[in-house]
């Protein structure tokens, strides 16, 4: 068997009070110290260092996110401003299509007026011309229009009323009094003697041209004679 190998001696145990800067011992703990300090310093200047780039690193994104912040509030104020005036051209749109609903309508009263005042709704010159008229002015098809010249020749009160309800709405009695009736004849043409057919009285179907006399016209007579 191998003989063990002998335990190395413990070194001395030197008191420090004994040690001087001279001694090899010291000096190389002394340079053993002096590197960790150094490696120590190091360190911490990387770690300074470090520091110092993300605070800059973070001054410069607060710096970013405050200038976007400002860009996006501009843009959200510029886009609410230009909604608003948006907005306000609607209500003046709006407002204006309504005025100008409220003076077509007027302007169809009108001529509606002028068409029940005439003698009869079916003279159709004059009928036309104010159809026509109106057609101008207004973007009427020819189809629509030629239904709304046949609608006027065979209307009557009633059709009138159902003509402006449909136009806007309007009724008759609200817009002028409802007129009185009108003639079937043209201008220039005799009065009808009998404006009321309805009351005509019709001849009796069994006339009889024999008619028998009354034996006693006068009952009290014929009492006085008996007497």
């Known amino acids: 068997e191998p003989e063990p190998e002998p335990e190395p001696e413990p070194e001395p145990f030197v008191p420090l ?6 001694d ?7 340079r053993a110290g ?22 800059e690193h973070a001054a410069e994104a607060q710096e970013e996110l405050r200038a976007n912040f400002s860009a996006l509030r501009r843009t959200l104020d510029a886009r609410e ?14 407002r204006d299509l309504l005025l100008s609903q409220r003076a077509a ?18 003279h159709d010159a004059e009928v036309m011309e104010l159809l ?17 010249h046949a609608n006027i ?13 449909f136009l806007g709405g309007i009724q008759v009695d609200d817009v002028y009094p409802r007129p009185p009736q009108f003639s079937p004849k043209p201008p220039g043409a005799a009065p009808n003697p009998n404006p009321n057919p309805e009351e005509e009285t019709e001849p009796n179907p069994n006339p009889n041209p024999n008619p028998k006399p009354n034996p006693n016209p006068n009952p009290s007579d014929a009492v006085a004679d008996a007497k």
């Open 17 to 22: 009070a004994s040690l001087k800067a001279e």
């Open 24 to 30: 090899p011992f010291v000096k190389e703990v002394l």
């Open 34 to 55: 002096q590197r960790e300090i150094e490696r120590f310093e190091v360190g911490m200047k990387e770690i300074v260092t470090v520091v110092e780039d993300l605070e």
């Open 81 to 94: 401003q230009l909604l608003l005036h948006r907005v306000d051209e609607l209500k003046r749109e709006r």
């Open 105 to 122: 309508l007027g302007d169809v009263a009108a001529e509606l007026d002028e068409l029940l005042r005439l003698p009869t709704i079916q």
């Open 132 to 148: 026509t008229n109106r057609a101008q002015q207004t973007d009427v098809t020819p189809a629509s229009s030629a239904t709304l």
């Open 153 to 165: 020749r065979e209307a009557d009160l009633q059709g009138i009323a159902q003509l402006m309800h």
